[in-house]
């Protein structure tokens, strides 16, 4: 059987399968199905230091088959109840709480909160890319000193994963900017910027016009990141992991991210309603590994890349 275990900063998971935050992760009872069907690691909804009601609905819309635009408004109970609610320390497989803040001394306090709650990794989303609408500034992870700031602020209480957006000109530069600021990790893509409109209505379909794009369209849009983070990184001399994330739906999807230099990967919007496919996601690697002969996922990682031009 091929061994897929696999470290990610410092914690040691059974395979590279990790849950994408915001999907089916509202309670610690679905965590807790997942982690039994042989996910990896499990990454939480995002937590502010205060509870967040979310956007006015439509929230979720299916804009082609399997794929998703969603602006949910990063509806959440706050630091306080969270850690009422989920344990970070026990668990079958480790949780990686993911933080959202406005400012970097939010996400110093958000990491010290989970941090002492007994995290030994957090996820910071710095590019949640549906502000409200009429918004006109720069997200977090368009930035390289934002995101930079961000990352040093929360890194100072435990290791960090730096959540990077596809809508930038040169995402390897805002992983380098991670990386220099002390990010354990960075994790890539978040949604997809987009819109749809009801031609009906004539208006956009979701409550606050702009959304997120989710499911396999993304996919080949999330493989070019993070190979372009995976190389921008070796060039600047750092050895500092990649996540990879959008779009997948089988283990051949998650092999196409670790064959770009992922080191682990996270599956959202196609488990759907079942938390058991993360396992089965993961299953199906195996069994690409095997059916290649790749013993390990050093074997084959980042094996793509040399065909760069
Ligand atoms: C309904 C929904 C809610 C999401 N909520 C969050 C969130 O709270 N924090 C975050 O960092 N990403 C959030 N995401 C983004 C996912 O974690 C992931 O980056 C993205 O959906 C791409 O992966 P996928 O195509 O496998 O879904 C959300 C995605 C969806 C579809």
Redesign the pocket.
Known sequence: MADMRVELAGLKLANPVLL????LDSTPGILARMADSGAGAL?T??ISLEPRPGYAGP??AEVAPGT?L?A?G?P?PGLAEFLDEFDLQGGLVPVIP?L?ADTPEDFGKLAAGVAGAGAKLA?I?L??PHPRAGWSGLLTAQDPAAAATATAAAAAHLPVIA?LSPDVADIGAIAVACAEAGAAAV?A???MPALDIDTELERPVLGNAFG?L???A??PI?LRCVLKAVRALRDAGHAMPVIG?????SGDDAAKYILCGAQAV?????LGGNPERLGEIAAELGGWMERKGYATLDAFRGNALEWLP
């Open positions: 994408a935050s915001g999907i990454v909804k995002s929230t979720v998703w969603n949910m990063l959440n993911n959202v996820e989303n590019s949640c959540k994790s893509i978040n949604t997120g989710s499911g396999p993304l996919l999330g994330i959008g779009g997948i739906s996270q599956v959202g919007t196609s």
